[in-house]
C-alpha cells in the first residue's frame, strides 16, 4: 500500500482545521467545570482541579424562566410551522392552477434567499 503524500497533508490541514474550530467549545466546558478562583487568563487552557457544576447551576436558576417561555414558544411553532408546511406542500404538488409553478418557484426562491 502506498501512502499518498497529497493525502496525508489534506488529512493534516483538515484535523488542524477541526481542532481550531472546536477550541472554544473545549475552553468553555473546561472554563465552566472551573472553580471560581482557578478561572484565570494564564491557566484557561488547564483543567479543572475537579469538577466543579456550580456555574452551571447558578446560570440555570437565572435562566430558567426563560428557558421555560422559549419552550413554549418553540415547540406549538414549530408543530403549526410543520402541520401547515405539509398541507400547502401536498397542495402545491397535487393541485394544478394557472401561475402554481410561478407560486412554487417563489415560495422556493424565498427558502434559499436570507431574510437580512
Not at 478561572?39 to 469538577?51: A, F, T
Not at 426563560?66 to 393541485?95: D, R
Amino acid at each position: 500500500m502506498t501512502i499518498r503524500w497529497s493525502r496525508v497533508a489534506i488529512y493534516t490541514v483538515l484535523c488542524l482545521f477541526a481542532l481550531f474550530y472546536l477550541m472554544p467549545i473545549y475552553v468553555l466546558l473546561v472554563t465552566g467545570l472551573k472553580s471560581f478562583q482557578e478561572v484565570r487568563l494564564e491557566q484557561m487552557w488547564d483543567l479543572p482541579s475537579g469538577l466543579h457544576f456550580d456555574s452551571f447551576r447558578s446560570a440555570y436558576e437565572s435562566l430558567d424562566s426563560n428557558i421555560a417561555n422559549s419552550f413554549k414558544m418553540v415547540i406549538p411553532a414549530t408543530i403549526f410551522s410543520c402541520m401547515l408546511g405539509s398541507i400547502n406542500g401536498y397542495v402545491l404538488t397535487k393541485w394544478r392552477f394557472p401561475g402554481s409553478d410561478v407560486l412554487f418557484f417563489l415560495l422556493l426562491y424565498g427558502m434559499f434567499i436570507p431574510y437580512q
